[in-house]
């Protein structure tokens, strides 16, 4: 008996992982519930590791575009989201959503308008709320690209934008309502005015023409988008070894949607034309300028 009650003993260790292990076995799901929570619980996080879209002629398109979709409506969601990229003079044909569309500017500068209102520019930074059901369109200006991110709601049947006819060149050229703002205006706002805070104290008449006709005419001219003048002021600056000036124009052309890797794609351009010294001092500035936030 003493003899039977040890055997027991010693072998109930081994009966209750067989035990576990059978009940695991007959009930996997359980199991697999209890650590993983199920899929529409989870944040999902898609990393940006695409290339650049193709930029091509498209349907419902004039010029060459680059469209990504970023996020298909998943229920109980209605919400789609898409990112375009307009080459100079691409814009999309009229349409119109019949829940409404949010844009997000990403980069570059554009023009927005709705049948019968003014034509408006849009810029890095700007939300624009379409309406639904309002007829228009959206697209580059003449001399920018622009990349906006758009977001669309879908109706049950998975319908989101009732496309139209072509936007001609004579509406895509007509003027537009600028967001600069006007002159006598600019001349009295300090936040406009760089050369006055810089040396305004010393050098007042320097700094008078400095922002009333470098910065406040020939910066806001149309034939040259305010980006493309600040790579060239940039590109200048390199050329010359201008550190100081440098830094303050980099932080201009962040404002004005040039990126860091426009910046150092320059710099690598320009030391086979300015030179290595002037190109590794330039990525010294660039490196601490695109470190602050």
Do not use: C
């Not at 375009?84 to 044909?93: D, H, S, Y």
């Not at 758009?150 to 934008?161: F, H, I, N, P």
């Not at 002159?183 to 007042?204: E, I, K, L, Y």
């Not at 700094?207 to 149309?222: F, G, H, K, Q, S």
């Amino acid at each position: 008996m003493k003899s039977l009650s040890v055997t027991l003993l010693t072998a109930m260790p081994l009966l209750f992982l067989l035990l576990v292990s059978a009940s695991a076995q007959t009930n996997p799901a359980r199991a697999a519930t209890a650590s993983t929570p199920p899929e529409e619980k989870v944040v999902k996080v898609t990393r940006n590791s695409a290339p650049p879209p193709q930029m091509r002629e498209a349907e419902n398109f004039t010029g060459s575009v680059g469209v990504e979709l970023l996020q298909e409506a998943t229920a109980p969601s209605r919400l789609a989201s898409g990112r375009v990229t307009f080459a100079p003079g691409a814009r999309t044909a009229w349409h119109s959503h019949p829940l409404g569309q949010t844009l997000i500017v990403t980069a570059g500068a554009g023009w927005v308008q709705h049948e019968g209102g003014e034509k408006q520019e849009m810029r890095v930074g700007d939300v624009v709320w379409t309406p639904p059901g309002v007829k228009h369109w959206h697209g580059a200006t003449v001399t920018d690209r622009l990349t906006h991110i758009a977001l669309t709601e879908q109706q049950s049947d998975g319908k989101r934008v009732e496309w139209m006819e072509k936007v001609s060149d004579a509406q895509y050229k007509a003027p537009a309502k600028v967001q600069a703002v006007p002159a006598p205006v600019r001349r009295s706002t300090t936040n406009n005015r760089p050369s006055a805070r810089a040396m305004g104290d010393f050098a007042p008449k320097l700094a008078e023409i400095t922002d009333d006709v470098l910065y406040a005419d020939v910066w806001e001219r149309p034939q040259i988008s305010r980006r493309d003048r600040s790579l060239v002021t940039v590109a200048a600056l390199i050329a010359m070894n201008r550190p100081d000036q440098l830094r303050s124009h980099l932080t201009r052309a962040r404002a004005n949607g040039v990126t860091k890797e426009e910046v150092v794609e320059t710099i690598t351009h320009l030391a086979f034309y300015a030179g290595w010294p002037n190109a590794v001092s330039a990525l010294a500035v660039a490196r601490e300028v695109f470190q602050q936030q």
